[in-house]
Nanobody, 120 residues
Framework: VQLQESGGGSVQSGGSLRLSCVVS????????MSWLRQAPGKELEWVSTISKGGDTTTYADSVKGRFTISRDNAKNMLYLQLNSLKTEDTAMYYCANAGRTLSLTVPALRGRGTQVTVSS
């Protein structure tokens, strides 16, 4: 199983980014998918999860209303649209092929990450 994130970068506060995660090596449509993030000096934080078919999404309170998770099962792609970015959103963002609990506790389910830096 391979997960590769992309789309990170440096933006100013209030800006937007779209993160992507390409998945290979297993049946993508058979798994819940999640995004997590880790800021410097802080613990890994769950951000969002999407169901296998994409019909159900959940978000951490800190990003609700600003971030949108989506998936394209035909392309084996997972996305995270980041809007109204704040400096506290600065972190390494990871995708994971699991729901919230497993994605937080099993490092092997996560990709290598893409860095998002938000400046004021």
């Amino acid at each position: 199983v391979q997960l590769q994130e992309s789309g990170g970068g440096s933006v100013q506060s209030g800006g937007s980014l779209r993160l992507s995660c390409v998945v290979s090596g297993y049946t993508f449509s058979g798994s819940f998918m999640s995004w997590l993030r880790q800021a410097p000096g802080k613990e890994l934080e769950w951000v969002s999860t999407i169901s296998k078919g994409g019909d159900t999404t959940t978000y951490a309170d800190s990003v609700k209303g600003r971030f949108t998770i989506s998936r394209d099962n035909a392309k084996n792609m997972l996305y995270l649209q980041l809007n109204s970015l704040k400096t506290e959103d600065t972190a390494m963002y990871y995708c994971a092929n699991a729901g919230r609990t497993l994605s937080l506790t099993v490092p092997a389910l996560r990709g290598r990450g893409t860095q998002v830096t938000v400046s004021s």
